[in-house]
T-cell receptor, first 109, second 115 residues
């Protein structure tokens, strides 16, 4: 059965800390992986990763995919309170995609 | 271009009633997916429509149904509402569901409260 695991499920840090969020997946016919940030409403798109080992960056956020080991990480450096959110990953496989349970990040001032 | 539009944004229903939620995808997108999200929970997949056909369905009871029109707009219906149906219902559109060349865009969601 296809599945997605995110870890940790919950994380509390202080402003300025660096965090690494993990997403591992077991799906057939993998194509790419998406990362989303969800605050109080709809998820917003962060990254799409298709190739292994190529880091994508957007400001303090970066992400990389390892298709051999079937995982992706999302890094956030110099965290700010505005980074507090649930971070979701979603592998795309075949004609489907499935969301992981998310990592709830809380950044304290 | 306009994003994904969901209506209504907020609604309150009583147990036993039924509700219809609407989603207009981004122009040109043909795939529409629906998700239920309860407080503190992740996204639970309901179903996905592509070109008016339901292609995938999650593990929800038959009280949850949907359809898609020729202009790609989609509706979902929940009959005989239960208190546990209170949730945020999100609609997502993409050009082709699961196509690695296109990402998925979410609407703002419809907040349903069942009392």
């Amino acid at each position: 059965e296809d599945k997605v695991v995110q870890s940790p499920l919950s994380l509390v840090v202080h402003e300025g800390d660096t965090v690494t969020l993990n997403c591992s997946y077991e799906v057939t016919n993998f194509r790419s992986l998406l990362w989303y940030k969800q605050e109080k409403k709809a998820p917003t798109f962060l990254f799409m990763l298709t190739s292994s080992g190529i880091e994508k960056k957007s400001g303090r956020l970066s992400s990389i995919l390892d298709k051999k080991e079937l995982f992706s990480i999302l890094n956030i450096t110099a965290t700010q309170t505005g980074d507090s959110a649930v971070y979701l990953c979603a592998p795309i496989y075949g004609q489907n995609f499935v969301f992981g349970p998310g990592t709830r990040l809380s950044v304290l001032p | 271009k306009a994003g994904v539009t969901q209506t209504p944004r907020y609604l309150i229903k009583t147990r036993g009633q039924q509700v219809t939620l609407s989603c207009s995808p981004i122009s040109g997108h043909r795939s529409v997916s629906w998700y239920q999200q309860t407080p503190g929970q992740g996204l639970q997949f309901l179903f996905e429509y592509f070109s008016e056909t339901q292609r995938n369905k999650g593990n929800f009871p038959g009280r949850f149904s949907g359809r898609q029109f020729s202009n790609s707009r989609s509706e979902m219906n929940v009959s005989t509402l239960e208190l546990g149906d209170s949730a945020l219902y999100l609609c997502a559109s993409s050009f082709t569901h699961g196509d690695s060349g296109n990402t998925i865009y979410f609407g703002e969601g419809s907040w349903l409260t069942v009392v």
